[in-house]
């Protein structure tokens, strides 16, 4: 990385921070109850519908998990248990795990189905902005 | 029975690693249908050596060569593999138990779609490849299972515990009487049939048969040959990356103790040269790895 990438990085982690202290760096568990909420406070929010017994789900853990670190102030990251909270997915159709809901300004604006690279998400998260 | 080096996949990576693990002159099983690997559908005209030759001629002398150096061939689906102790514990379709001190992983890559009109636009809308992640979602309603080999047949199985009614739509079947009779007592309901075109809008309503029949469901779940590497590879406890692809080193050991994998499940690009290339330093070093000798 040269020296003009390093303050770039450093001013956008500056800038993440400045523009609201919780934007996670982590992706954060959401449920039935708060999944509205959550979708509304940033610009664009990725869901990650999964379940305990899904094995491609659990190939998809370890990406969603590094996507939310280094796109944190610009996409926020959750992951929805889709056995825990039905509602949920009966609300968005969701009959296969893992889809993937991605949300701009607090509406449904895209779903991705089943596993997939971690460089393709964040060309399409990317796309989003 | 038992093995030293137990091998699952019987396409050329496979068959190079039980060739070069029984020339160590230790006990090797390798399990699996010739017929599923890729090469079983192609025509050989990129291989050193060789001008021209049919995949299944290729793979039938590839199978003589490796019982001539001393393995035992096993023409059954692997359906489980699980960390037992010291040891691995290995399940077919006939229930056939065989307990290995290594594995060799050469199940191949998955293909799996069926390519018909529907298929794409209603993936995740009602047609799945995983009956184990998403039977849940199919509680109560009409689902069919394409396919004719192992995989079909479990997951028909596992639907009926979630479905009201589980449709298995086959072609010629290439499963063992044992998952069949599994399969009858699960109450799983035979329709032999060519699938053309799967019915919905929002979500599926129907599948088209080629003889003109319409069947009534609400899923779909397309699970064409035998159990998939990803599959087996989650339950034995390694994680593949999202496209399926098992990691490995340049000695073709996997993230655990005695696991090795070869061929198309480790990557592109799906050529044979490849598949024989690691197929023979994963059987190399999976022998050795018994024998604990350096690798």
């Known amino acids: 990385m040269d020296e003009l990438e390093q303050i770039r990085e450093r001013k956008r982690q500056e800038l ?50 590094g996507l939310a670190k280094d796109m944190r102030g610009k996409v926020a990251f959750a992951k929805l248990n889709t056995d825990e909270n039905q509602k949920t997915a009966m609300r968005y159709t969701i009959e ?32 989003m902005l | 029975m038992d093995a030293d080096v137990a091998i699952i996949g019987l396409g050329p990576a496979g068959l190079q690693a039980a060739i070069h693990a029984a020339r160590k002159k230790v006990k090797v099983v390798a399990l699996g249908k010739s017929e599923s690997s ?46 037992d102790g010291d040891e691995f514990k290995i399940i077919t379709e006939t229930d056939l138990e065989i307990r290995a001190k290594a594995v060799v992983l050469a199940m191949g890559a998955s293909r799996a779609k069926l390519n018909v009109p529907g298929e794409a636009s209603l993936v995740g809308r009602g047609v799945s490849y995983c009956a184990s ?25 596992l639907l009926t515990e979630y479905a009201a009614k589980v449709i298995w739509v086959h072609r010629e079947l290439k499963v063992s009487p044992n998952m069949l009779q599994k399969a009858a007592a699960a109450k799983v309901e035979m329709v032999p049939g060519d699938p053309t075109k799967i019915e919905g809008e929002a979500s599926v309503t129907g599948l088209e048969l080629k003889d003109g029949r319409r069947l009534d469901v609400q899923g779909v779940f397309i699970t064409l040959g035998a159990k998939g590497s990803m599959e087996l590879a989650l339950e034995l406890g390694l994680l593949p990356d999202p496209s399926g692809r098992i990691r490995v080193d340049e000695n073709c050991r996997t993230d655990m103790e005695m696991v090795y994998a070869c061929g198309d499940v480790t990557g592109s690009p799906w050529q044979l040269a490849r598949a024989v290339g690691q197929g023979a330093i994963a059987g190399d070093n999976a022998a050795r790895a018994v024998r604990q000798e350096k690798s």
Do not use: H
Request: charge should be negative; include cysteine.
């Open chain 1, 16 to 65: 993440a921070g400045e523009s609201g202290a919780d934007w996670p760096s982590e992706p954060v568990n959401v449920n039935d109850g708060n999944i509205v909420d959550f979708v509304k406070r940033y610009d664009v929010v990725l869901v990650d519908c999964w379940a305990p017994w899904c094995g491609p789900c659990r190939m998809m853990s370890p990406v969603i998990d």
């Open chain 1, 96 to 127: 296969a795990i893992p889809t993937l809901l991605v949300f701009k300004d607090g509406e449904l604006a895209d779903r991705w189905v089943g596993a997939r690279p971690k460089e393709d998400l964040a060309r399409r998260l990317q796309a």
């Open chain 2, 38 to 83: 890729a090469l079983n559908k192609a025509e050989v005209v990129n291989f050193f050596g060789i001008l021209s030759m049919a995949g299944p001629e290729l793979l039938r002398i590839g199978r003589e060569q490796a019982k001539n150096f001393g393995a035992t061939i096993v023409e059954e689906d692997v359906m489980k593999v699980v960390k």
């Open chain 2, 133 to 157: 992640c998403d039977a849940g979602f199919f509680r109560g309603r009409t689902v069919a299972v394409i396919g004719e080999e192992s995989e079909a047949a479990e997951s028909a199985i």
